[in-house]
């Protein structure tokens, strides 16, 4: 009896992911946003935002996976996630529970080999999508992102403007100097397989690549996305 009911539990807690529907991990730093020492718009070597998006970089490339990140959060999604999985445990274990704790362990290892100021630890979840809502799920976090960082502006130049509209709040942050910095990451910043995309251009169907970090050529990096337009704002 105890044996069907602990299972039950395990079972409750530990659902299976599809092994060929895109898998997404999403993470997200323990306590950064409450960090005053670090800044959500501006990057610099070894900063917060840098290290950040040399992650995004190496794991997208390692695992030819999208990466989508801004303030304190980062999304991947693995189109083949079977590559993830194998790599993690070579008994192809698809339990969500086991694949985030094996991969936060490997994020939190080559953030923190990198980010000296303090370590940062990571809150994570661990989900399957369907194939056509990939770019549905980038542009829901966008949109977070958007969010997070127009408040985060206006809270950093002391202004209150309570639960007011995100068109109202982006039009307050444009009167900001800082401005300028800001627009260049409001949507978030998008890497696919170590290439970093323009992220307009990827909503409009386009891959249009920006940079791949490491210098590589562009030429060489073929990149396949998933569109639908069953996304809904």
């Not at 980038?138 to 209150?160: A, P, Q």
């Amino acid at each position: 009896m105890w044996n069907d009911y602990f299972y039950q539990i395990q079972n409750k807690y530990n659902m299976r992911v599809s092994t060929k529907e895109p898998l997404v991990i999403r993470l997200d730093g323990k306590d950064v946003t409450k960090d005053t020492s670090i800044n959500f718009i501006y990057s610099y070597k070894d900063s917060f935002l840098e290290v950040l998006e040399k992650s995004a970089w190496y794991f997208s490339k390692k695992y030819h996976c999208y990466a989508l990140f801004g303030t304190d959060e980062i999304s991947f999604v693995f189109t083949n996630p079977m590559e993830l999985i194998e790599d993690l445990d070579s008994s192809k274990v698809t339990h969500s529970n086991e694949i985030i704790a094996m991969f936060i362990q490997y994020f939190f290892d080559y953030f923190n080999s990198i980010y000296k100021d303090r370590k940062i630890f990571f809150h994570g979840k661990c989900f399957s999508i369907p194939g056509g809502k990939v770019v549905s799920y980038i542009k829901y976090r966008s949109k977070s992102i958007k969010n997070v960082l127009t408040t985060y502006l206006l809270k950093k130049n002391n202004i209150k403007m309570g639960h007011s509209k995100i068109e109202e709040r982006l039009k307050r942050c444009e009167e900001l100097g800082e401005y300028e910095t800001l627009k260049s990451i409001i949507n978030g910043t998008l890497y696919f397989d170590g290439a970093k995309l323009d992220i307009e251009e990827f909503f409009n169907g386009n891959n249009v690549i920006i940079d791949t970090l490491d210098g590589s050529n562009n030429e060489e990096i073929e990149i396949e996305c998933y569109y639908s337009d069953e996304y809904v704002e």
